[in-house]
């Protein structure tokens, strides 16, 4: 399974940025895809999630300022990130589970500078 994400960068306390991860195989062969980051000498932490339904759950930290949404035409998730603050800063990573496993791709790194 290919997961590319991409769309990360430097970005100053308050600012915008919008990452995207578009699968080699359908995002519909998938129950679940997500976003999880990790910053320096940390876990990997859950950040947002949707359901091939397209219905979404988000960690409490980024409620209300990141959105997951997805392009079905153009087969790619996204992830819509306003008012980033310092602790949102790290690798961000796409992922994808099916019945058989979850795959994890490589990441983007976003910098908040402040």
């Known amino acids: 399974v290919q997961l590319q994400a991409y769309g990360g960068g430097v970005v100053q306390n308050g600012g915008s940025l919008r990452l995207s991860c578009e699968p080699r195989?359908?995002?519909?062969?998938?129950?679940?895809m997500g976003w999880y980051r990790q910053a320096v000498g940390k876990a990997r932490d859950f950040v947002a999630a949707?359901?091939?339904?397209?219905?979404?759950t988000y960690a409490d930290s980024v409620k209300g300022r990141f959105t997951m949404n997805r392009d079905t035409e153009k087969n790619t998730v996204y992830l819509e990130m306003n008012n980033l603050q310092p602790d949102d800063a790290g690798t961000y990573f796409c992922?994808?589970?099916?019945?058989?496993?979850?795959?994890w791709g490589q990441g983007t790194l976003v910098t908040v500078s402040s």
């Open positions: 949707m359901g091939w339904r397209g219905n979404t």
């Open positions: 195989d359908s995002i519909f062969a998938y129950y679940e």
């Open positions: 992922s994808a589970r099916d019945a058989r496993s979850d795959y």
